[in-house]
């Protein structure tokens, strides 16, 4: 059976972490991952900024009315951004790398969560896009596209059950 294949399998989204601070070697590896993300043409239009400090995890928590509260309770948040105008597909960049660091941080044995920032909006009126760049000093040449909540999971949750999935999405021509 394939490894990848098992990986898929077990993934879920996990909310909650347990207060144990997440290793130098591991971010490593996570940043490594990020950085071998294909990408079109190979123009890399990201930046990935691993966030770690409380104060500005807390800060980012609060970017949206609903969905970004997990963030405050993962001892890393890694926000996944990009120049716009290096590369017209810049969202199907980032989404790339952001799906890959999930899978990275499972096979890792982390847990982890997208928040998605791209086309939200802040309670205030403002784009959540706006206040990640400004709780965490992103110029405003950048667009958030998310933020990826990690942390050691507080608690395990099964894959999905093959049975569970919804086989009539699969189209046979």
């Not at 990009?82 to 499972?106: F, P, R």
Request: glycine letters at 6%.
């Amino acid at each position: 059976m394939s490894a990848f294949l098992d990986l898929l399998r077990n993934r879920r989204s996990i909310r909650r972490y347990t207060d144990e601070p997440i290793d130098k070697g591991v971010r490593s590896r996570l940043e490594e991952a990020l950085l071998r993300s294909p990408t079109s043409k190979n123009k890399e239009p990201w930046t990935f900024t691993f966030v770690d400090d409380p104060e500005h995890i807390a800060a980012l928590s609060k970017c949206k009315p609903h969905g970004a509260s997990l963030l405050a309770g993962a001892a890393l948040a890694v926000v996944v951004s990009a120049e716009a105008g290096i590369s017209d597909v810049w969202v199907e960049d980032c989404s790339i790398a952001t799906i890959l660091l999930q899978l990275t941080a499972q096979d890792l044995g982390l847990g982890s969560c997208w928040v998605q920032v791209r086309r939200r909006q802040h309670q205030d009126g403002r784009s959540a896009g706006e206040h990640v760049k400004e709780a965490i000093g992103l110029p405003d040449s950048q667009k958030v596209l998310s933020i990826v909540a990690l942390g050691h999971p507080a608690h395990e949750r099964q894959g999905r059950a093959a049975d569970d999935l919804k086989w009539g999405q699969i189209r046979r021509s």
